[in-house]
C-alpha cells in the first residue's frame, strides 16, 4: 500500500542535544509537509516543500530545519531541541494545491521527549 | 485571515447515538477547500473528506455525511449510530485555493461509551 513512513516512532533526546526526524513516501506526491502538534492542540504547520522548494512558515523558529534530498524522503532537524520542542510531529505529503484532489495524508508521526 | 472554529471541545455519546460535530470557517476567499481529519488515539491523521468552495453537495459515506452550507460558512460532520471506534479527534481544516497550508479547528475530541 501507497503509504507516508516515519521513523523513529519515538524518539528521546537530550536537551540541547541535536535530532533528525525521518519521513518517507511511496505516493509519488510533489508536496511534503512538517506539522508539530502538542498535547490537546491541533497541528501546527512548520514548513513544506513543493518538489525542492523549500516554504517555511514565518512563525517556524530557526532551530527547526529541514531537507529533502529526493522525491521520497524528507527530514526534520532540531538543532538544538529545548523543553518546549517536545510535542509529536507529523509529515504529509499531497499532490499540490494544483491538482483537484489535493488532501494531504499524514504519517502515523514522531513522538519527541526532551529530557 | 482565515479561521476554523470548533466550538465543542469534548463531545460524549452512548453506542448507536447519531452525533453532530460542528466546523464554522471564516475566510474572505472564493476558492477554498474544508477538509475533515480524524485523529485515533494512535496519533495518526486520517483523511475523511476533502470538499471545495463550488461544491455545495452534501455528501453520505457509509454511517458519515457532511453538511457543507456557505451560507453559514459550515461544514458539519453526522456519524450515524456511532460506534466505539469512532471515539477520536476529529479535526475540521481549511485550505486556500492557491495555498499549501491547512489551517486547523482544535479539534473536537468524541467518545462513544459502550
Known amino acids: 500500500d501507497a503509504m507516508v513512513i516515519q521513523n523513529p516512532r519515538y524518539q528521546v533526546t537530550q536537551f540541547g542535544k541535536p535530532v533528525t526526524l525521518s519521513c518517507s513516501q511511496t505516493l509519488n506526491h510533489n508536496v511534503m509537509y512538517w506539522y508539530q502538534q502538542k498535547s490537546s492542540q491541533a497541528p501546527k504547520l512548520l514548513f513544506h516543500?513543493?518538489?525542492?522548494?523549500?516554504?517555511n512558515e514565518a512563525d517556524t523558529p530557526d532551530n527547526f530545519q529541514s531537507r529533502r534530498p529526493n522525491t521520497s524522503f524528507c527530514f526534520l532537524d532540531i538543532r538544538s531541541p529545548g523543553l518546549g520542542d517536545a510535542a509529536m510531529y507529523l509529515c504529509a505529503t499531497s499532490r499540490g494545491v494544483a491538482h483537484s484532489y489535493n488532501e494531504q495524508f499524514f504519517g502515523p508521526g514522531t513522538r519527541l521527549t526532551v529530557l | 485571515a482565515q479561521k476554523v472554529t470548533q466550538a465543542q471541545t469534548e463531545i460524549s455519546v452512548v453506542e448507536k447515538e447519531d452525533v453532530t460535530l460542528d466546523c464554522v470557517y471564516e475566510t474572505r476567499d472564493t476558492t477554498y477547500y474544508l477538509f475533515w481529519y480524524k485523529q485515533p488515539p494512535s496519533g495518526e491523521l486520517v483523511f475523511l473528506i476533502r470538499r471545495n468552495s463550488f461544491d455545495e453537495q452534501n455528501e453520505i459515506s457509509g454511517r458519515y455525511s457532511w453538511n457543507f452550507q456557505k451560507s453559514t460558512s459550515s461544514f458539519n460532520f453526522t456519524i450515524t449510530a456511532s460506534q466505539v471506534v469512532d471515539s477520536a479527534v476529529y479535526f475540521c481544516?481549511?485550505?486556500?485555493?492557491?495555498?499549501?497550508?491547512?489551517?486547523f479547528g482544535k479539534g473536537t475530541k468524541l467518545t462513544v461509551n459502550p
Open positions: 516543500y513543493y518538489d525542492k522548494d523549500f516554504n
Open positions: 481544516a481549511l485550505r486556500l485555493g492557491g495555498s499549501e497550508k491547512l489551517v
